[in-house]
C-alpha cells in the first residue's frame, strides 16, 4: 500500500517503512555538525550546532531526504584555534566539545560509510563551526568519492551566502541567528559577568555583537536556507539521472582505513592542523600551547 512520505525527517524518529519511503523519495541526508563553544556571556553554547540543524530541517522539509543524528563535536584547541583561544578566552577554563582533527576526520569517514551503506548518494554537510575546520571535512570527502560512488557536498553556514553577509565569532552575524532561532537563549544583560574575576572577560564576544537583532538573523537564515536547498535540488536531479545505476556496493571497514590512509598523509595539508601563516605563537606559559600543532 502506498503511503505518504509524511512530515517526519528526523532519522532516530523515523519507523523503517517510513524511512525507507523517504529514501526512494530522495536519497539524500543531511548530516549537522557543530560544537559546544564560547559565545560570549551572553549566548548559549550550543549556537553552531543549534543553526546547523535548524537548517538541515528545514531543507529536507522542503526538499525532501533525511536529517542524520547531529555531531555536536568539532575541531578545537588545535592549528590556529590554540592561539585564539589565547586572545579570546585567556588562561580561564572554556568548556568546549572540541576533538582534535584527527579523531574528527577519521570518524568522519565512517559517518559517510553509515549513509552509503543505508541507501544514501546525496550527503549534505553543514557546519555551523567554521573558520577553515569545513576545507579539512571537504578534503576527507573528496578522497571518500574517489572510492564510493555518493555526492558529499560540505559547507558552513557562512558560505552559504558568502554573497551576501560577512560571518563572524559571537558577533552581529552569529548573535543576530540565535536571536532569531532561539532568543530565549541569548541574555544581552549577562554581559556584566564579564567583570567578574576569572569570568573569561568577554569570552570571545564579537565587538559588534551589541548590534545583532532577530530581524538580521532571520534574514541570515533564509538566505542561507534558499542556498542550501538549491544545491539540494541539484544533488536530487543528479541521483534521479543515476536511479538506474547498479545499488551502491556494501562499504567495508577496510576500505574506510584505505581512504584514511591517503587522509592521513595529507595531514600537512589540513588546516586545522597548525597554525595559520604568518599567526602569532601561542605564548609559552599558556594553558593553549600544547595544541598549537597536531600531532603533538
Known amino acids: 500500500m502506498k503511503r505518504s512520505i509524511g512530515h517526519k525527517t ?15 523519495d530522495n536519497p539524500t541526508v543531511y548530516f549537522p555538525i557543530g560544537l559546544c563553544e564560547p559565545h ?27 536529517v542524520a543524528p547531529s555531531m555536536g563535536f568539532h575541531v578545537h584547541e588545535t592549528g590556529y584555534h590554540a592561539r585564539w583561544l589565547e586572545d579570546e578566552v585567556g588562561e580561564v577554563d572554556a568548556p568546549m566539545t572540541g576533538i582534535p582533527p584527527g579523531i574528527l576526520l577519521h570518524l568522519f569517514l565512517y559517518q559517510l560509510r553509515a ?33 564510493v560512488p555518493v555526492n558529499v557536498w560540505v559547507r558552513s553556514d557562512p558560505e552559504l551566502v558568502e554573497d551576501l553577509y560577512e560571518g563572524d565569532h559571537a558577533g552581529k552575524y552569529e548573535i543576530s541567528q540565535l536571536m532569531y532561532l532561539r532568543p530565549e537563549l541569548i541574555d544581552m544583560s549577562a554581559r556584566e559577568y564579564e567583570k567578574q574575576p576569572d569570568s573569561g572577560g568577554k569570552l570571545a564576544l564579537g565587538e559588534d555583537a551589541a548590534e545583532a537583532n532577530p530581524e538580521l538573523g532571520e534574514s541570515i537564515m533564509r538566505a542561507c536556507l534558499q542556498r542550501l536547498c538549491d544545491e539540494a535540488e541539484k544533488l536530487q536531479a543528479q541521483a534521479e ?9 556494501r562499504i567495508g571497514y577496510g576500505t574506510v582505513e584505505h581512504i584514511w590512509a591517503k587522509v592521513r598523509a595529507a595531514s600537512p595539508d589540513w588546516v586545522t592542523a597548525k597554525p595559520w601563516p604568518g599567526q602569532p605563537p601561542v605564548s609559552e606559559g599558556s594553558r593553549w600551547k600544547p595544541y598549537e600543532n597536531w600531532p603533538i
Open 40 to 66: 560570549g556571556q551572553v549566548s548559549a553554547f550550543g549556537l553552531d550546532t543549534i543553526k546547523a540543524e535548524w537548517l538541515c530541517r528545514e531543507a529536507a522539509e522542503r526538499v525532501g531526504g533525511i
Open 115 to 147: 549513509f552509503a551503506n543505508a541507501g544514501f548518494r546525496n550527503v549534505v554537510v553543514v557546519s555551523g563551526h567554521s573558520g577553515g575546520n569545513q576545507r579539512d571535512l571537504r578534503l576527507a570527502a573528496e578522497l571518500f568519492m574517489e572510492h
Open 241 to 249: 539521472e543515476t536511479a538506474a545505476a547498479a545499488p551502491l556496493p
Open 10 to 24: 528526523l532519522w532516530s524518529e523515523l519507523l523503517p517503512h517510513e524511512f525507507k519511503t523517504r529514501l526512494a
